[in-house]
Nanobody
Framework: QVQLVESGGGWVQAGGSLRLSCAASGRTFSSYAMGWFRQAPGKEREFVASIDWSGGSRYYADSVKGRFTISRVYAESTVSLQMNALKPEDTAVYYC??????????????WGQGTQVTVSS
């Protein structure tokens, strides 16, 4: 089992920045691929970014490419999502996920409870 807890969400004006963190506990963090997803009201959960177990491969949704950066700190068992140049359309609940295979789909075994990000215009 892996437990994931997100933090760092909040309210920010358009153009601002936020940094989300996901703390993992349980089984070996370094062996899992990690992902960030988001879900806006009335919409399906969508892929944002993912990183493989080594940190060598990263994928981003086209909508966030160049603005968001995913990274992981093995010593702290955390994965972060630095979000810059935020737009109102980035408003959503953001979820951290962990799984055995790096993917851009929602096919991850473990999920956090989510953290709200609100971007005002």
């Amino acid at each position: 089992q892996v437990q994931l807890v997100e933090s760092g969400g909040g309210w920010v004006q358009a153009g601002g920045s936020l940094r989300l963190s996901c703390a993992a506990s349980g089984r070996t963090f370094s062996s899992y691929a990690m992902g960030w997803f988001r879900q806006a009201p009335g919409k399906e959960r969508e892929f944002v970014a993912s990183i493989d177990w080594s940190g060598g491969s990263r994928y981003y949704a086209d909508s966030v490419k160049g603005r968001f950066t995913i990274s992981r700190v093995y010593a702290e068992s955390t994965v972060s999502l630095q979000m810059n140049a935020l737009k109102p359309e980035d408003t959503a609940v953001y979820y951290c996920a962990a799984g055995a295979v790096l993917t851009t789909t929602t096919n991850y075994a473990y999920w956090g409870q989510g953290t709200q990000v609100t971007v005002s215009s």
